[in-house]
């Protein structure tokens, strides 16, 4: 080659280099944004790194195999309250599809919503009977609406400690979904139908006044200029409680996102899909230039979240640990195993030695206090009511069943007397958990050491790719 080739040559490759540095430079802007101990807490990234990797994610996994797990009821036809419905998503992948009901155990069917063994299942099938002979001596003709709205009445009062709207299991359109089969991942539903779930439950439920714009809000006057600093010095200036109840919902929001990332349609040859990590995707959502320093934040609020779940998890464990309660789904030898597992899973989090100290929450003047938990109770509740406006069935599906986990975690924490105070063989009046509540709990902490796992596996993806 000439020397003036050579000299031609030269800006292609310093440019190269240039990229390689830029590259390798962003890397490890990402990296250290996302190290260290997180606000509010004690608990440092990596720890939870490998204790979810080592400790949590490998049983967790197993768990949600099991029958008890796998089985969710759910009614995905409740109309929004809020506003008028797009209508449904055609898009296939965000198609649901129902359990057959000869395909779910037999005990399961039976069983209580409220009630785990043997003869509690038997007990209520009897009670189940006699109620509905009740309703149907009232009118035997009552349309289905109408039957929701008796249940919905005779339930009022069991649903006063509930951070969730639950669905009734009872109800015509609730349906038993096989989560295996209907996995969490990305489905094409996206634009204006999808932005705005996720718009009202920030501006509306989030206790932001509405001069105070989030980061990369589309609708905020300052777009594409401002950093999020105004934001976050108004979120620094909350009391802890709506501090904590902001990172909750942005935790939630990131794992999901994570899920979609990892979980990407990146082709569909002959009819057969193939699903897979998008790093694209992730770095659109995450990459801390294209986010400007906004997605490392959204990642922290996910590890805060799990550090939240993962202390549920440990309290809660004394409810699962009596006699009375053994997962019944008929299947003696499985129910026995499933329980073992669980309460090995319990052990292991009660081991974890940085936990959130829940404490430090509610704890100033009990009148202020008691009315600060409630008013966070009903945001969340309003929170779980915006899960049914959401237009693509899969991801109803798993945004209510991660929103129940949540609130189900949320209820715990803030019911540790009477957890202490639980009789060993009878049933407890002070607190109780549906096995709805129970599946979701599992099921939504099982999506989020998923999510940190998925998080580790871009972290490689993006390394190798430079």
């Given at each position: 080659?000439?020397?003036?080739?050579?000299?031609?040559?030269?800006?292609?490759?310093?440019?190269?280099?240039?990229?390689w540095v830029?590259?390798?430079?962003?890397?490890?802007?990402?990296?250290?944004?996302?190290?260290?101990v997180?606000d509010?807490?004690?608990?440092?990234?990596?720890?939870?790194?490998?204790?979810?990797?080592?400790k949590?994610?490998?049983?967790?996994?197993?768990?949600?195999?099991r029958?008890y797990?796998?089985?969710?009821?759910?009614?995905?036809m409740?109309?929004c309250?809020?506003?008028?419905e797009?209508?449904?998503?055609?898009?296939?992948?965000?198609?649901?599809?129902?359990?057959?009901?000869?395909?779910?155990?037999?005990?399961?069917?039976?069983?209580?919503?409220?009630k785990?063994?043997?003869?509690?299942?038997?007990?209520?099938?009897?009670?189940?009977?006699?109620?509905?002979?009740?309703?149907?001596?009232?009118?035997?003709?009552?349309?289905?609406?109408?039957?929701?709205?008796?249940?919905?009445?005779?339930?009022?009062?069991d649903?006063?400690?509930?951070?969730?709207?639950?669905?009734?299991?009872?109800?015509?359109?609730?349906?038993?979904?096989?989560l295996?089969?209907?996995?969490?991942?990305?489905?094409?539903?996206?634009?204006?139908?999808?932005?705005?779930?996720?718009?009202?439950?920030?501006?509306?439920?989030?206790?932001?006044?509405?001069?105070?714009?989030?980061?990369?809000?589309?609708?905020?006057?300052?777009?594409?200029?401002?950093?999020?600093?105004?934001?976050?010095?108004?979120?620094?200036?909350?009391?802890?409680?709506?501090?904590?109840?902001?990172?909750?919902?942005?935790?939630?929001?990131?794992?999901?996102?994570?899920?979609?990332?990892?979980?990407?349609l990146?082709?569909?040859t002959?009819?057969?899909?193939?699903?897979?990590?998008?790093?694209?995707?992730?770095?659109r959502?995450?990459?801390?230039?294209?986010?400007?320093?906004?997605?490392?934040?959204?990642?922290?609020?996910?590890?805060?979240?799990?550090?939240?779940?993962l202390?549920?998890?440990?309290k809660?464990?004394?409810?699962?640990?009596r006699?009375i309660?053994?997962?019944?789904?008929?299947?003696?030898?499985?129910?026995?195993?499933?329980?073992?597992?669980?309460?090995?899973?319990?052990?292991?989090?009660?081991?974890?030695?940085?936990?959130?100290?829940?404490?430090?929450?509610?704890?100033g003047?009990?009148?202020?206090?008691?009315?600060?938990?409630e008013?966070?109770?009903?945001?969340?509740?309003?929170?779980s009511?915006?899960?049914?406006?959401?237009?693509?069935?899969?991801?109803?599906?798993?945004?209510?069943?991660?929103?129940?986990?949540?609130?189900?975690?949320?209820k715990?924490?803030?019911?540790?007397?009477?957890?202490?105070?639980?009789?060993?063989n009878?049933?407890?009046?002070?607190?109780?958990?549906?096995?709805?509540?129970?599946?979701?709990?599992?099921?939504?902490?099982?999506?989020?050491?998923?999510s940190?796992?998925?998080?580790?596996?871009?972290?490689?993806?993006?390394?190798?790719?430079?």
């Open positions: 080659m000439s020397r003036a080739g050579r000299r031609r040559s030269l800006p292609g490759a310093v440019a190269a280099v240039q990229l830029t590259l390798s430079c962003l890397s490890t802007v990402a990296e250290a944004q996302l190290s260290g997180l509010d807490c004690l608990c440092d990234i990596e720890s939870i790194d490998n204790f979810n990797t080592y949590i994610f490998p049983k967790i996994q197993k768990l949600l195999e029958d797990f796998r089985y969710y009821k759910v009614n995905l409740r109309p309250p809020f506003w008028a797009d209508g449904q998503c055609s898009i296939k992948d965000c198609h649901v599809e129902p359990c057959p009901e000869s395909k779910v155990p037999m005990g399961i069917k039976a069983g209580s919503s409220n785990y063994s043997k003869a509690a299942n038997t007990t209520k099938e009897i009670e189940d009977c006699e109620q509905a002979n009740k309703l149907g001596a009232v009118n035997s003709t009552l349309s289905n609406q109408s039957k929701e709205a008796f249940i919905d009445w005779a339930r009022y009062d649903s006063q400690d509930h951070f969730c709207e639950l669905d009734d299991e009872r109800s015509p359109a609730a349906q038993y979904v096989d295996l089969l209907n996995p969490e991942r990305y489905t094409g539903y996206k634009g204006p139908s999808a932005w705005r779930v996720w718009n009202s439950i920030y501006e509306e439920n989030c206790f932001k006044p509405r001069s105070v714009y989030r980061p990369l809000n589309p609708l905020a006057p300052s777009w594409g200029k401002d950093d999020g600093e105004s934001f976050y010095k108004w979120l620094e200036g909350l009391c802890l409680e709506k501090r904590v109840f902001y990172k909750l919902i942005s935790g939630l929001h990131a794992s999901i996102n994570l899920h979609l990332s990892a979980k990407y990146l082709e569909e002959w009819g057969k899909p193939s699903w897979g990590p998008n790093i694209k995707e992730f770095k959502r995450f990459d801390p230039v294209e986010t400007k320093g906004e997605g490392p934040r959204r990642l922290k609020n996910l590890y805060f979240l799990y550090l939240i779940e202390r549920a998890l440990s809660v464990a004394p409810y699962f640990e006699s309660v053994d997962l019944y789904t008929g299947n003696v030898e499985e129910d026995a195993e499933t329980k073992t597992l669980l309460l090995e899973i319990f052990r292991d989090t009660k081991s974890f030695p940085m936990h959130f100290d829940e404490k430090s929450m509610f704890a003047n009990q009148k202020e206090a008691k009315s600060l938990k008013e966070l109770r009903l945001h969340f509740k309003n929170i009511r915006i899960m049914d406006c959401v237009g693509c069935d899969k991801c109803r599906l798993w945004g209510k069943l991660q929103t129940q986990g949540l609130g189900t975690a949320l715990i924490l803030f019911s540790e007397k009477e957890i202490q105070n639980l009789p060993e009878s049933p407890s009046k002070g607190f109780q958990l549906t096995r709805q509540e129970i599946v979701a709990l599992l099921n939504a902490f099982g999506r989020l050491s998923t940190v796992i998925e998080l580790q596996n871009f972290k490689v993806l993006l390394k190798n790719s430079r």
